[in-house]
């Protein structure tokens, strides 16, 4: 077996023991286990962003990076789930203003305009670092991949959930 074979397939049985203890986390939703799925959850998105940087840019072991970057993207689908889907921070920071109590009201502009302006910072990062790749010419004809940019919108749209999560916990149900 050629060697990038078989360094392809120990990164791949690697990366799937390690999504299988992101799902080992799941199986509570403790508020430890649910920072610590948006740690996993958003280094995986940037993980994700690096290899298909590289599958951009041509390299020789191209497949590598595309298996990890796929492998990535299910991982953060994976944590994605239960972090924001079954402990209803996704439907808090997407319900109309009008549904809300005063107490969520009040958490949800928080969470919106505090994550807002943490997306305009790293946008920003995120525009400085590609144009000094194409100034020192490391890439000069990259340009915003789509991945980057399902990447943003995915954190525009998780950011403010996160940040309840790791300011105020769940908040409690109300019905």
Known sequence: MPKFEQITIAIFYK?????TITLFYTQGAKMKNLKMMSI????FLI???????FVFRGRQ???IYDIIGITSFLVIIATFIPLHMKSDIWKLTHTK???????ELALTHWALSESYGWFAIICLLILLALSLISRI???????ISMPLIASMIYLAHTLPGTLIIWKNGLPEKTE
């Open 15 to 19: 990366l799937r023991i390690f999504t």
């Open 40 to 43: 996993i959850n958003y280094s």
């Open 47 to 53: 993980i994700m962003n690096v290899m298909f940087y």
């Open 61 to 63: 072991a191209s497949h």
């Open 97 to 103: 203003s009008d549904k809300l109590d005063e107490r």
């Open 137 to 143: 010419n490391i890439c000069p004809q990259y340009t």
